[in-house]
C-alpha cells in the first residue's frame, strides 16, 4: 500500500476517560466486523486481557488496524495508567498523531499531562477529543479552557499550539465537530475518522532505500515464537529476506524474515511484502529486544533507541519456603520463578531485575505495575513470597535522592477531611484542593513514593471505597526524614494447626483477624491486625476446654465478626520489613520472615 494511503495514530488518555470505547466504535463502524459477529455486541473488545476486563484499565498497548475511504488506519490503543506508562513511551515512536481523548467532566488529569508531553516531543500532531459530554456535569468550556492551558504549558513549538477539537459521546458511537444542541442527533464517528485522514499525517518513510525498523514492542505465541513489532522506517519489507539485527551495544545477528505481518482488524494478516510507513509483525526473530534495530542485511544502519524512565519501585521475589510450600502451585522451584521473570522482562521494557542471593529484586514503576505481574504469575500457577516493596532511589550529585510523585484524588467531599489528615500524616504537600458540583471533591498532592506505600488501601477504607487515586512521577528529589510509623502491630499465630472460633474470638478481643475458622495456620502466619503498637503472638487452633460443669453461658454460639480478607494490593501494602507475602494460584498469606517465635 502506498505510504499515502497509511494513518498511525495513537489513542492516549489519562485513566477512564474513554479511550478505549473509542476505539471499540472504530472497529464496529469501519465494518471491521459483520454485523452477526459477536464483536459487534461486545464492549472494551481491545481489553482482551482478564485483568484489564477485571480491573477496567488498559495494561497492555494494542495494534489494530481500520479502513475508511480507501486509507489504511493503524491504531495503537495505548494505556492510561502511569504505572504502565513504559507501554505509552515505547508505542508512541510507531504513531504520527494522536487522538487525545480528554473526559468532558474531569478535564485533563495527571497521567493527560504525561502522555499529551510525550507525544509533543515526538512531534506528533494531536488532535483532541472531549468525550462525555453528555454527563449530567459536563463542563464543556471550561475543559477546553483547560486544555489550552496544558497545551501552553507543554509545547516547544507554536505550531503545536493549533489543534483541532471534537465532541463525543464514545460509549454511543457519536462525534461532533461543535457542541450538539441535543444528544439524540443523529451522529456517527464519521467527524473523527475524516479528522484523522486531513490532520494526521501520512508516515514519512523512505520506499527506495534499504529496509529498516525499529522494534517497539514484542509479542510471542506457541506457534511462530516470538515477534519482532514496529513501524518500517525505509524501504520495503519481504518475507525470506536477509535481515541484520543491531541491538543497544552495537552487536549485530544476521538471520531472515521468516514470515511477515500487518494488522488487519484484530487480527494479523500474514502478506509477502510490507509497505514503508506501516506497522508490522516479523516472526523468527529468537534473540530480539525493544529498542533494537532490524535492518537490510547489506546496510546494517542502527535507529535511535527508544529512551524508557527509569523504574522507581522494587520487590524481592523467591520461591515459597513456608511450610505449605508446594501445596498449591504448579511452578514452585527458583529456578522456574527466574525463567518467567526472564521472559516477562523482553516484553516489559519498564521492569528490570537484578540478583540478591536467593532472590530477585524485580523492579517497576509502581504498585500496580508490579502487582499486575504478580497475578499473572498466580494465575499461570506460580507459588513465590515476596517482600515489601522498597523505593529505588539516586545519588545525583552526591547528594541521596527519592522519587516524588503527583498524587490525584478524587472522593466524596464529606470523606475529605479525613484523607487531607491521612495525607499529613505521610508529609505530603497540598498543590490544589478543589469541591465539585456533584458533591465530590478533587486534590492534587505531592509527596514521596515512599510515603504513597499503603496509601491507596488507608484512603479507600476512610472513603468506604469511594477515593479515586492516580500517581505521577514529578521528579528525584533530596531524601527526607523517616516518616511514622503507619501500622499497628499484628497478631501472629504461635502454634501449627486449623484455626477454630473460639481461638479466633480470643483475637478480635484484641484487633481485626484475617482468616475464617477451619483455616489453616502455620506458626508465624500472620492472622489479624493488632490493636496496638505491638505483635502479639496467639493459638487460634485452641480448642475451648470441656468441663463437666455447665455455666450459665457457656452453650450460647460465638458470634465472630467477619475476618477481613485482603486483596493482592491490599497484601502488598499491609507487610512491614520484617514480614513476607506467601502467593500461590489459590491463597495470599502473610507471615513473618522468621517463622520462629522465642
Same mark, same amino acid.
Given at each position: 500500500?502506498?505510504?499515502?494511503?497509511?494513518?498511525?495514530?495513537?489513542?492516549?488518555?489519562?485513566?477512564?476517560?474513554?479511550?478505549?470505547?473509542?476505539?471499540?466504535?472504530?472497529?464496529?463502524?469501519?465494518?471491521?466486523?459483520?454485523?452477526?459477529?459477536?464483536?459487534?455486541?461486545?464492549?472494551?473488545?481491545?481489553?482482551?486481557?482478564?485483568?484489564?476486563?477485571?480491573?477496567?484499565?488498559?495494561?497492555?498497548?494494542?495494534?489494530?488496524?481500520?479502513?475508511?475511504?480507501?486509507?489504511?488506519?493503524?491504531?495503537?490503543?495505548?494505556?492510561?495508567?502511569?504505572?504502565?506508562?513504559?507501554?505509552?513511551?515505547?508505542?508512541?515512536?510507531?504513531?504520527?498523531?494522536?487522538?487525545?481523548?480528554?473526559?468532558?467532566?474531569?478535564?485533563?488529569?495527571?497521567?493527560?499531562?504525561?502522555?499529551?508531553?510525550?507525544?509533543?516531543?515526538?512531534?506528533?500532531?494531536?488532535?483532541?477529543?472531549?468525550?462525555?459530554?453528555?454527563?449530567?456535569?459536563?463542563?464543556?468550556?471550561?475543559?477546553?479552557?483547560?486544555?489550552?492551558?496544558?497545551?501552553?504549558?507543554?509545547?516547544?513549538?507554536?505550531?503545536?499550539?493549533?489543534?483541532?477539537?471534537?465532541?463525543?459521546?464514545?460509549?454511543?458511537?457519536?462525534?461532533?465537530?461543535?457542541?450538539?444542541?441535543?444528544?439524540?442527533?443523529?451522529? #456517527?464517528?464519521?467527524? *473523527?475518522?475524516?479528522?484523522?485522514?486531513?490532520? +494526521?499525517?501520512?508516515?514519512? @518513510? $523512505?520506499? &527506495?532505500? !534499504?529496509?529498516?525498523?525499529?522494534?517497539?514492542?514484542?509479542?510471542?505465541?506457541?506457534?511462530?515464537?516470538?515477534?519482532?513489532?514496529?513501524?518500517?522506517?525505509?524501504?520495503?519489507?519481504?518475507?525470506?529476506?536477509?535481515?541484520?539485527?543491531?541491538?543497544?551495544?552495537?552487536?549485530?545477528?544476521?538471520?531472515?524474515?521468516?514470515?511477515?505481518?500487518?494488522?488487519?482488524?484484530?487480527?494479523?494478516?500474514?502478506?509477502?511484502?510490507?509497505?514503508?510507513? #506501516?506497522?508490522?509483525? *516479523?516472526?523468527?526473530?529468537?534473540?530480539?529486544? +525493544?529498542?533494537?534495530?532490524? @535492518? $537490510?542485511? &547489506?546496510? !546494517?544502519?542502527?535507529?535511535?533507541?527508544?529512551?524508557?524512565?527509569?523504574?522507581?519501585?522494587?520487590?524481592?521475589?523467591?520461591?515459597?519456603?513456608?511450610?505449605?510450600?508446594?501445596?498449591?502451585?504448579?511452578?514452585?522451584?527458583?529456578?522456574?520463578?527466574?525463567?518467567?521473570?526472564?521472559?516477562?522482562?523482553?516484553?516489559?521494557?519498564?521492569?528490570?531485575?537484578?540478583?540478591?542471593?536467593?532472590?530477585?529484586?524485580?523492579?517497576?514503576?509502581?504498585?500496580?505495575?508490579?502487582?499486575?505481574?504478580?497475578?499473572?504469575?498466580?494465575?499461570?500457577?506460580?507459588?513465590?513470597?515476596?517482600?515489601?516493596?522498597?523505593?529505588?532511589?539516586?545519588?545525583?550529585?552526591?547528594?541521596?535522592?527519592?522519587?516524588?510523585?503527583?498524587?490525584?484524588?478524587?472522593?466524596?467531599?464529606?470523606?475529605?477531611?479525613?484523607?487531607?489528615?491521612?495525607?499529613?500524616?505521610?508529609?505530603?504537600?497540598?498543590?490544589?484542593?478543589?469541591?465539585?458540583?456533584?458533591?465530590?471533591?478533587?486534590?492534587?498532592?505531592?509527596?514521596?513514593?515512599?510515603?504513597?506505600?499503603?496509601?491507596?488501601?488507608?484512603?479507600?477504607?476512610?472513603?468506604?471505597?469511594?477515593?479515586?487515586?492516580?500517581?505521577?512521577?514529578?521528579?528525584?528529589?533530596?531524601?527526607?526524614?523517616?516518616?511514622?510509623?503507619?501500622?499497628?502491630?499484628?497478631?501472629?499465630?504461635?502454634?501449627?494447626?486449623?484455626?477454630?472460633?473460639?481461638?479466633?474470638?480470643?483475637?478480635?478481643?484484641?484487633?481485626?483477624?484475617?482468616?475464617?475458622?477451619?483455616?489453616?495456620?502455620?506458626?508465624?502466619?500472620?492472622?489479624?491486625?493488632?490493636?496496638?503498637?505491638?505483635?502479639?503472638?496467639?493459638?487460634?487452633?485452641?480448642?475451648?476446654?470441656?468441663?463437666?460443669?455447665?455455666?450459665?453461658?457457656?452453650?450460647?454460639?460465638?458470634?465472630?465478626?467477619?475476618?477481613?480478607?485482603?486483596?493482592?494490593?491490599?497484601?502488598?501494602?499491609?507487610?512491614?520489613?520484617?514480614?513476607?507475602?506467601?502467593?500461590?494460584?489459590?491463597?495470599?498469606?502473610?507471615?513473618?520472615?522468621?517463622?520462629?517465635?522465642?
Amino acid at each position: 500500500m502506498d505510504k499515502a494511503n497509511i494513518r498511525n495514530v495513537a489513542i492516549i488518555a489519562h485513566v477512564d476517560h474513554g479511550k478505549t470505547t473509542l476505539v471499540d466504535g472504530f472497529l464496529k463502524q469501519s465494518h471491521t466486523f459483520r454485523d452477526n459477529q459477536a464483536e459487534m455486541n461486545q464492549t472494551l473488545i481491545m481489553d482482551s486481557n482478564d485483568q484489564e476486563r477485571e480491573r477496567g484499565i488498559t495494561i497492555l498497548a494494542k495494534n489494530t488496524a481500520v479502513h475508511y475511504k480507501g486509507v489504511k488506519i493503524n491504531i495503537i490503543d495505548t494505556p492510561g495508567h502511569a504505572d504502565f506508562s513504559g507501554e505509552v513511551e515505547r508505542t508512541l515512536n510507531m504513531a504520527d498523531g494522536a487522538i487525545l481523548v480528554i473526559d468532558a467532566k474531569e478535564g485533563p488529569m495527571p497521567q493527560t499531562r504525561f502522555v499529551l508531553k510525550k507525544a509533543l516531543e515526538l512531534g506528533l500532531k494531536i488532535i483532541v477529543v472531549i468525550n462525555k459530554i453528555d454527563k449530567k456535569d459536563a463542563r464543556i468550556e471550561e475543559i477546553k479552557e483547560k486544555t489550552a492551558d496544558l497545551f501552553l504549558d507543554l509545547v516547544e513549538d507554536v505550531e503545536q499550539l493549533e489543534f483541532p477539537i471534537y465532541y463525543s459521546i464514545a460509549k454511543s458511537g457519536k462525534a461532533w465537530d461543535h457542541v450538539p444542541s441535543d444528544f439524540t442527533e443523529d451522529s #456517527d464517528l464519521t467527524t *473523527i475518522f475524516e479528522a484523522i485522514i486531513k490532520y +494526521i499525517p501520512a508516515p514519512v @518513510a $523512505d520506499p &527506495n532505500g !534499504p529496509f529498516q525498523m525499529l522494534v517497539s514492542a514484542l509479542d510471542w505465541d506457541d506457534y511462530l515464537g516470538k515477534y519482532g513489532i514496529g513501524k518500517i522506517n525505509r524501504g520495503i519489507a519481504r518475507e525470506k529476506m536477509p535481515i541484520t539485527i543491531l541491538n543497544n551495544n552495537q552487536n549485530k545477528e544476521n538471520t531472515k524474515i521468516d514470515q511477515l505481518f500487518v494488522n488487519n482488524g484484530l487480527k494479523r494478516e500474514r502478506v509477502a511484502s510490507a509497505s514503508p510507513g #506501516d506497522i508490522i509483525a *516479523i516472526s523468527g526473530l529468537k534473540n530480539i529486544c +525493544i529498542g533494537d534495530t532490524i @535492518a $537490510d542485511k &547489506n546496510h !546494517p544502519e542502527a535507529l535511535p533507541s527508544i529512551s524508557i524512565q527509569e523504574p522507581t519501585l522494587s520487590i524481592s521475589f523467591s520461591a515459597n519456603t513456608s511450610p505449605f510450600a508446594g501445596r498449591e502451585g504448579t511452578f514452585v522451584t527458583s529456578r522456574q520463578l527466574l525463567e518467567r521473570i526472564q521472559k516477562e522482562l523482553e516484553t516489559n521494557v519498564s521492569m528490570k531485575m537484578e540478583i540478591e542471593g536467593n532472590a530477585y529484586i524485580v523492579s517497576g514503576r509502581g504498585e500496580l505495575h508490579l502487582s499486575v505481574f504478580i497475578e499473572n504469575l498466580r494465575r499461570e500457577g506460580y507459588e513465590l513470597e515476596i517482600g515489601r516493596p522498597r523505593v529505588i532511589t539516586k545519588v545525583i550529585d552526591g547528594v541521596k535522592c527519592e522519587p516524588l510523585e503527583e498524587v490525584n484524588i478524587k472522593a466524596s467531599a464529606e470523606y475529605i477531611n479525613a484523607i487531607v489528615a491521612e495525607i499529613i500524616k505521610r508529609r505530603g504537600s497540598m498543590i490544589l484542593q478543589e469541591e465539585m458540583s456533584d458533591g465530590t471533591a478533587m486534590l492534587i498532592v505531592e509527596m514521596t513514593t515512599r510515603a504513597t506505600l499503603g496509601l491507596r488501601s488507608e484512603l479507600m477504607n476512610v472513603s468506604r471505597g469511594t477515593a479515586v487515586i492516580n500517581n505521577t512521577f514529578l521528579r528525584f528529589v533530596p531524601c527526607a526524614g523517616t516518616l511514622p510509623k503507619l501500622r499497628n502491630g499484628v497478631l501472629v499465630a504461635s502454634e501449627d494447626g486449623k484455626a477454630v472460633t473460639y481461638g479466633l474470638n480470643n483475637a478480635q478481643g484484641r484487633g481485626i483477624t484475617f482468616i475464617e475458622p477451619q483455616t489453616q495456620v502455620y506458626k508465624g502466619m500472620i492472622v489479624g491486625l493488632n490493636k496496638k503498637s505491638e505483635d502479639i503472638y496467639m493459638n487460634v487452633a485452641k480448642e475451648k476446654k470441656l468441663t463437666n460443669i455447665r455455666s450459665s453461658n457457656s452453650d450460647i454460639a460465638v458470634i465472630l465478626t467477619p475476618a477481613k480478607i485482603m486483596s493482592l494490593e491490599e497484601c502488598i501494602d499491609f507487610i512491614a520489613e520484617d514480614e513476607l507475602l506467601e502467593i500461590t494460584p489459590k491463597s495470599l498469606r502473610l507471615r513473618k520472615t522468621i517463622l520462629a517465635h522465642k
